[in-house]
């Protein structure tokens, strides 16, 4: 075993946060402000990379490891977090927005998850947090959330947030679901996956969807969001005051008075 070996208990139900045991010298990353609260006696470090054996490889190692957080669009740096008491000791990382914590056994999938980039929380220190590249590169660039996702590797645990309601989904081999690309949360690395165009320009512009859907194969475990944050994001910022948000949304009328250039300040 190369990770540290950690224990764990979820609170909550839609606003969770996962507290991490740690025995003596034992060490969970996290990402940077995703601390919650932690006991007396540990020690908070900010590191390059993820402070895997991979990263240590002198400076350059180092700067290669921070490097991949930057092309995924994450901070330069992570945070670690040591038990340097004499018993166990405790530490608590909050999910960001409404969701749901999901505990992943790396050991048990094979030693890799492919996950969105910006749903990774924490790990046990050993794991790895990579890129995965999407094969073909023009399709995935036009694809947005679907081009660069994450890479976890190792035998350890890792936790991985996602929003709204989480559905698992176990894929036959040769059996194919496509998912809106923020929906996606993580899957397997035994999933096939690919981003595909939405046929039909029509559907595409006045569906209200995007442009691009992710592909998947089985056989794999793939794990799905009901409320991507970039979803929930963008409502918000529709909806928000000199931003196209009306303060009485709920009524009809004032919908079509919107339409036909009715000026409210009359």
Not at 106 to 123: H, T
Not at 222 to 246: E, K
Request: proline share 3%.
């Amino acid at each position: 075993m190369n990770n540290h070996e950690i224990d764990y208990k979820l609170y909550g139900d839609d606003m969770q946060f996962v507290e991490v045991e740690l025995d003596p010298q034992e060490t969970v990353i996290a990402e940077a402000g995703s601390l919650m609260m932690m006991d007396d006696e540990i020690r908070m470090e900010t590191i390059f990379g993820d402070g895997s054996s991979k990263d240590q490889g002198g400076l350059m190692g180092k700067l290669i490891g921070a490097g991949k957080r930057v092309i995924t669009g994450e901070s330069l740096f992570m945070t670690t977090f040591t038990n340097q008491g004499v018993g166990k000791k405790h530490v608590s990382f909050a999910s960001p927005y409404p969701g749901k914590i999901i505990p992943m056994d790396l050991s048990e999938i094979n030693g890799k998850l492919i996950c969105q980039k910006d749903s990774f929380l924490a790990a046990a220190k050993g794991v790895t947090v990579g890129i995965e590249f999407q094969r073909k590169i023009g399709t995935g660039f036009f694809g947005g959330e679907g081009f660069i996702m994450q890479k976890l590797e190792g035998d350890g645990l890792a936790f991985v947030h996602a929003g709204g309601t989480i559905h698992k989904r176990e894929l036959q081999p040769g059996e194919t679901l496509r998912v809106d690309t923020g929906c996606l949360v993580a899957m397997t690395g035994d999933v096939d996956y690919n981003i595909e165009f939405v046929g039909g320009v029509k559907t595409a512009l006045f569906g209200g969807e995007g442009l691009f859907f992710a592909t998947l194969r089985g056989p794999g475990t793939v794990w799905i969001q009901s409320l991507p944050f970039s979803r929930l994001a963008s409502r918000v910022f529709a909806a928000a005051p000199g931003r196209g948000g009306s303060k009485d949304e709920g009524s009809i009328a004032g919908g079509l008075f919107d339409i036909f250039g009715g000026d409210r300040s009359r």
